[in-house]
């Protein structure tokens, strides 16, 4: 007995430790590029304010990453759409990002329906699947919810490569006139760097420049739905931060305080979706999208 709590220390430990490097290094990557962007960033890298950001953002992070890794066994199954309970709001459907499940989506489905989005729910999106494959799985689940509590359009909430899945089904799948509002949370709009090192075929499609990524920056933004880009400029993934903005997007929302993967949790980030949604609940659907002033 003594020994397995000793292997099962020394595993958590390790965990704890490859996830804390990980993130080390990413943010390391996330701030040479910005430095090269920005080369005043030099100057502030060591006073006071600057170390305890970083260590901020890393601590988030980190624990952000642990709580998704805890959270992942309690998440490969999709749910049926008939615990939905009727209500005034279309249902929200969330989507993670690459590598993930839906468990890690929880936090954020729990803050939704406290706020009076009764109907929220998330699905799997394998990473092992290409991005059309991932897209139809959504497709289905959106007829599946919409034919089940009789209801026109829903709410799609994309993290990541989520976020990239309901753009392809608006803008080029045709699901336009069936998603009021389409929010995407840290997606690589115009691809990452750090692509390269994704060990799934979903991964080529994000690097910068990628057939698929032209072809969705290229397509019209449809009237029917509107389209927010919440995005963070200190992301650790997404490199530069800014190819997380949606140049036709109706808004552009930055945030700051917080890396790739705390966008799913922090305070600030949820209030923004929730914002949104409720924003577009009191928008008149027949006047035109303005675009947001940049």
Known sequence: MLTFLCILIFLLKLIVGLVCLTVLLS???????????????????????????????????SASLLLTLALNPFGWSNPKTTFLEPGENPPVILLHGLFQNRSCLYW??????????????????????????????????IDEVRIAHKVEKVHLVGHSMGGMIARNYVQLRGGAPRVACCIT???PHTGSKLAPFALSQLGKSLLPGSNFLKQINAADKPTESRMIAIYTRHDNIVLPATNARLATADEIIELDGMGHTALMFHPRAIRTIIDQLKTDETNDDTQPAVPANQ
């Open 27 to 61: 943010f390391t990557m996330a701030w040479y590029e910005r430095a090269n962007n920005q080369p005043e960033l030099i100057e502030r890298r060591f006073t006071s304010r600057g170390i305890c950001l970083s260590l901020w953002l890393m601590i988030q992070e």
């Open 108 to 141: 954020m489905q729990y803050r939704l329906k406290r706020a009076g989005f009764k109907n929220v729910l998330s699905i799997n999106t394998p990473p092992w699947r290409d991005m059309e494959t991932l897209t139809e799985i959504l497709a289905r689940k």
């Open 185 to 187: 949370l840290g997606s």
